[in-house]
């Protein structure tokens, strides 16, 4: 009885607030059964949203507008066969909660449809109940290939206590070898995205290699500068199938997270080639699959035949190296952040960092720590935000008590319009928490902003992934001087004692940390792939034409070709829905293109 | 509204059931504050049964009868303070279920002792409700050293961007080294006990120290036979903090729960070192602490002074090597089945099998797949089980649905004279499941037994740790012949050839395997820390003079010694209450003896 507190027990035993929702399920259901138009559109608020993920248009799909939403709605269940809408069972109950300032009833609910499973989120305007502001639609499932755990787990009976056969260790290591059949999925990047993906596909039966550039799994965490921990807690960030210990911190330090990468992968039986990169593959069209080249450990080569190619390897991109003058005649040591790791071996010395995104602030700290003369190079305009209290607000749903698939099915509810207004309302309250930081940053001489729109530091992130960053210390040894900073427009031209000033005069340094980002994922599918496929994809990443990102976890113009990145979160959200799209494809539910 | 199926609303919203627990535990409160010996024991049936995990008694102490439990309550109550008795929060709500035949209103409370909060379960008879049939009181958590997990979670903070400073990884390191401190446990021992110890203690912050003469955490399992898997149900199975995956095998191979262990051992940042064995250890009995010696990979010996030393180390034991006459004659191999891995490389030979437990059996079917002409030898009487569906039954309470920290609280309410009688009755069930199996196999001069209270297998387990097989096919192949079958006593003694038995033929053999069991911990003792302690000490598991587990989870008679043994159930939930036992002692609100 959860619900006691807050909602009215009606005589039927069903509370006002599930009562809504049924309701309008009901006539959601009867209006989509008879393809009325007008009457969908009726079930509607003129300004409403509802994005679908695969369950109407087997793509990521927004919508606005009772009339847009009706036709395609009308349009799409032909196919879809969508029925059966009710409250979701062992699932949170319809409740009161405000969102974007406006109090509504959000219910989970779920339905089938010719092919499949989905849920679904609604949210009624509490003043007016019978109308919906908001939809999603979610394909969770495809019938008759379910993922195969808890109840439906494997009994093991092909490898436990297998006398005289192979047992579990024997089939792994023949699974992983790839000696006598084809992967259907070469995903390239161990990563969050990699390996969320891979686990998906892997509970759906599809047979998914991992190639991982680096020695060990984890290694692109490992590797990274001394003091990295994650920026956002760990209640956001779990995996898909297996969340982390709740004896863990809530900023997870890098090498405890790639250590679990590297434990995850095992036990998830994921198979993956570690030491091996990815160095090129072509798309034979009339074949349906990829020549994949792919570079092992020891030298060699080997060509695989994927029906799929997932590009999962964001996070291990491409260094990105601006173009500086008179860079060749500094005499000091140059560096990207990619491969920064700690201050300590510089102690004593002057460096200079260039980037004031979290990697070059993190930089910045780690090298002043232990005692480097520190200056931050300012190039663009950058967002400031304390990562306490105020970057945990993005995650305020997260922090409501609700199980995790609930939070993730709610947060993935919102359309473009929807996140920019939830990141503006959230920037309000930071600009309020951090009003004394920001003043003190722009009395410093400091570039702040907020972005195009004020959504801040997240709409920065699904922009353009960089921008910003997360405080935790580095800004107040700016405001202070502990760390010098100065704007990139101020400087005439790198010499070989450091950086001479407009002004003629020169700042010395010992080491130049890059702190400058990555090429884009279209980068790299522009060398591994070639112009003609860059072309044709076209932008990744950043927000499409639709308001979604571009690209992600969805069918992109080239045929067998596929995009996973994101944050921890989206990866463990949306790695579901590729996997769908692959599965489909394999069954013949779904057209590649 | 879980329980609306189930029970009657009551007009101020509370059901009969929950309502009858509350009363319960409302005079229950009343008669102990009273110290009123006669009014609890009006609150017991007259053949009723108490256990008590610490909150009372500091112990693993079981009771019976009214009387008895009355005086035992007034008695501890005076020093426990015990008040605050409600149903609990958050857990499963009191139900109406059949135990033991009997129908019973089970309910979850939860209460506060002078140092800490606890939880019990009480069964109160359908019939008569206002009486106890079973009362379980187990102490969860000291004041104010609660387990730092989720909503308590470590901040990170020490480590977690420490800039310039050690991280998490440099702090793990240090930590596991014991250069400059002593740990103040040692476990012996990296099985699941030590593992599940080690956890506990850890949330505790108790500097715990394991070492495991393996080379590698899981190797006790990794070098098994090739196709042991467990035998019972993944989900009764898990470690404490870290559940196996869903995705995971109802049956684990054994390499499967070796990786898991690894894992385990590293993500609940455990101090483990490997490759190292405890050689001896002495009592300082005015220093309050041991003497231990251990022998570390590289050869060097490390003395450490430890203030507990932890027997974790029943399954590594020391295998038991029975005189057998004749035995030096024969020329083919001899290998005990703790160092038997595979029978592929017997194929075509012939090979015998000594010991009718779960290990002959097993080794005798991995034997006989490959193709080896393989004979089983019979010693003493065995029962046999179908491992599904029989021995599954004694886990029926695990498939009730509820949450498994629910479960493990209504499975240890159990006193001796509850289990034996649940056994019983399981195994009324299990002998008509497996009728033929059973008379063919006694058919085929199988001995065949029941226990001595016809109690089967669990039993046996408690009481000797072994004496029975559950069946996953091997029974089948001795009923068919596949496997011969000889009885011990038909041995006259073994020859140079294989075995001459009394009526003069001789079976010829190329292998014999010795599955004939270890050791107990009771040689350990003897072996490692001398005779002295081992005598003080005397028995280790089996059934102690009150019915519980001897010197198992709780003090021994000598300081500083504690074991810790059982299956992976066992281990997961009386971790628990041994960790809380050493902290108890380590802040001063326990006596070490």
Chains 1, 2 share one sequence.
């Not at 009562?19 to 559109?41: H, Y």
């Not at 949203?49 to 369950?55: C, Q, S, T």
């Not at 045929?559 to 489909?584: N, P, T, V």
Request: proline share 4%; hydrophobic share 40%; with cysteine.
């Amino acid at each position: 009885m959860n619900q006691a507190e807050t909602s009215v027990m009606t005589r039927s035993g069903v509370d006002a607030t599930s009562a809504a929702v049924q309701r309008w399920l009901e006539s959601f259901e009867a209006a989509l059964r008879d393809a009325d138009t007008s009457a969908i559109a009726g079930l509607f608020l003129p300004d409403s949203h509802w994005r679908d993920l695969l369950a109407f248009t087997w793509s990521v799909t927004p919508h606005r507008g009772a009339g847009q939403i009706a036709q395609a709605l009308a349009r799409t269940q032909a196919a879809t066969l969508a029925r059966g809408f009710a409250i979701a069972k062992n699932r949170t109950a319809p409740r009161r909660v405000r969102r974007l300032g406006t109090e509504v009833i959000e219910g989970i609910f779920e339905f089938e449809t010719a092919v499949g499973r989905g849920v679904g989120v609604v949210r009624l305007p509490a003043s007016e109940p019978a109308r919906a502001w908001v939809l999603l639609t979610s394909l969770e499932e495809l019938k008759g290939f379910e993922e195969k755990i808890d109840a439906r787990r494997p009994t093991g009976s092909a490898y436990s206590r297998n006398f005289g056969g192979d047992n579990w260790l024997d089939q792994r290591i023949k699974a992983q070898a790839y000696l006598d059949r084809e992967p259907t999925v070469l995903i390239v990047g161990a990563g969050q995205a990699g390996l969320a993906l891979a686990a998906r596909l892997g509970q759906l039966d599809v047979d998914t290699l991992v190639v991982e550039k680096h020695e060990r799994i984890g290694d692109n965490w490992r590797k990274r500068y001394h003091s990295l921990a994650l920026h956002n807690q760990i209640h956001v960030n779990h995996l898909p199938y297996m969340p982390f210990p709740p004896t863990w911190p809530k900023y997870i330090p890098k090498d405890m997270l790639g250590d679990w990468f590297e434990f995850y992968a095992s036990a998830l039986e994921l198979n993956v080639w570690t030491g091996s990169e990815f160095a090129g593959g072509t798309y034979d069209t009339a074949a349906g699959q990829w020549r994949a080249v792919v570079r092992r450990a020891d030298g060699s080569e080997r060509v695989l035949h994927p029906r799929h190619l997932v590009f999962a390897n964001g996070v291990s991109g491409i260094p990105r190296i601006p173009s500086l003058p008179g860079l060749d005649d500094f005499a000091g040591e140059v560096v990207h952040s990619h491969s920064f790791t700690s201050g300590a071996a510089w102690r004593g010395k002057k460096a200079l960092v260039l980037g004031t995104g979290n990697s070059g602030h993190d930089v910045a700290q780690d090298l002043h720590s232990p005692g480097v003369d520190t200056t931050i190079i300012q190039r663009g305009s950058t967002t400031v935000v304390s990562v306490d209290p105020s970057a945990k607000l993005n995650y305020a749903l997260y922090d409501e008590g609700l199980p995790l698939d609930d939070v993730d099915l709610i947060a993935t509810a919102a359309t473009y319009p929807l996140i920019v207004r939830g990141y503006q309302l959230a920037v309000e309250r930071m600009v309020e928490l951090d009003k004394d930081l920001i003043a003190n940053l722009i009395a410093r001489g400091f570039k702040y902003d907020l972005g195009e729109d004020k959504t801040g530091h997240q709409m920065k992130y699904r922009r353009r992934g960089g921008g910003y960053y997360l405080d935790v210390g580095c800004s107040q040894l700016i405001i202070d001087g502990a760390i010098g900073l100065l704007q990139f427009d101020q400087i005439d031209r790198f010499v070989a004692e450091g950086v001479r000033l407009k002004d003629g005069s020169i700042l010395p340094a010992d080491l130049l940390v890059l702190a400058t980002g990555y090429y884009t994922q279209r980068e790299l599918v522009r060398r591994l792939l070639g112009d003609a496929v860059a072309e044709r994809v076209g932008e990744i990443w950043g927000i499409g034409p639709d308001g979604e990102m571009a690209n992600m976890w969805k069918r992109t113009a080239q045929e067998g070709l596929w995009f996973m990145a994101g944050s921890l979160a989206q990866c463990r959200i949306y790695s579901k829905h590729l996997a769908l799209q692959i599965k489909a494809i394999e069954e013949g539910l779904l057209q590649s293109r």
